[in-house]
C-alpha cells in the first residue's frame, strides 16, 4: 500500500504534462486547420462550359459526319449495283462481274467502316485526355496562385439508373456529399480556361 501511495504523485505528474502535450497539440492543429484553404470543383461543370471542349466536340462531330456520309454513300453504291445484277441474266459474265465487284466493295466498305470507328474513338480518347490534363494544370495554377492547399474533385452523380451497378459505381465516385458555395471555385477555372483559350485563339 505503500509503494502505491508514493506512485501517486509521480501518476499525477505524468497525467498532467499529458493533458498539457494534447492541449498544445490540439491548439496547434486548431491553428494550422484555420489557416488551411480548401476548393471545390465540379469537373463535370467544368468540361460543359469549356469552349475549347465545346469547339473540339463539334469538330469531331462534324468528322463523324463526314465518315458516316462516306459510309452511306459506299453502301448506296453497293445497293445500286445490287439492284443493276438482279436485272442481268443468271450465268452471264457481266452478273458474274457485276457480283464479283460488289463482293470487293463489301469488303471495301467493311474495312471503311472499322477504320472510321478506330480512327473516331482514337481522336475522342485523345480529346478528352487533353481536355482532362488542361483543366488539372489550370487547377494547379489556381492553387498555387491562390494559396490553396488542397483543391478536391466534385462530380454531381445521376442517380436515375435501371441498374444496381450503374447506380452503385455514381454512388462509388462521388467525393464530396457537402460544401458550403465559399469554397467552390468551379466558376474561377471555368473562366480562367476560356480566357485562355480565347487568347490562344487570338
Wanted: proline share 0%.
Amino acid at each position: 500500500m505503500k509503494l502505491m501511495f508514493a506512485r501517486m504523485p509521480v501518476m499525477c505528474l505524468a497525467f498532467a504534462l499529458l493533458a498539457s502535450l494534447i492541449y498544445t497539440n490540439i491548439n496547434i492543429a486548431n491553428a494550422e486547420v484555420e489557416d488551411f484553404r480548401i476548393g471545390i470543383v465540379d469537373i463535370g461543370s467544368v468540361f460543359e462550359k469549356y469552349q475549347k471542349r465545346i469547339d473540339l466536340d463539334q469538330e469531331l462531330k462534324e468528322q463523324e459526319k463526314a465518315f458516316q456520309d462516306e459510309v452511306n454513300k459506299k453502301r448506296k453504291e453497293i445497293i445500286d449495283l445490287d439492284e443493276e445484277t438482279q436485272l442481268l441474266d443468271l450465268g452471264s459474265e457481266e452478273r458474274g462481274n457485276n457480283e464479283n465487284l460488289m463482293e470487293r466493295k463489301n469488303v471495301e466498305l467493311e474495312g471503311y467502316a472499322k477504320f472510321a470507328e478506330r480512327q473516331l474513338l482514337k481522336k475522342y480518347k485523345d480529346f478528352f485526355e487533353n481536355i482532362y490534363q488542361e483543366v488539372v494544370r489550370k487547377v494547379e495554377e489556381i492553387g498555387e496562385q491562390e494559396g490553396f492547399d488542397l483543391i478536391i474533385k466534385k462530380e454531381e452523380a445521376d442517380l436515375k439508373s435501371g441498374q444496381i451497378s450503374d447506380l452503385q459505381f455514381k454512388i462509388g465516385i462521388r467525393t464530396v456529399l457537402y460544401h458550403s458555395d465559399s469554397v467552390d471555385i468551379t466558376l474561377d477555372v471555368v473562366d480562367t480556361l476560356n480566357a485562355s483559350y480565347a487568347k490562344e485563339k487570338g
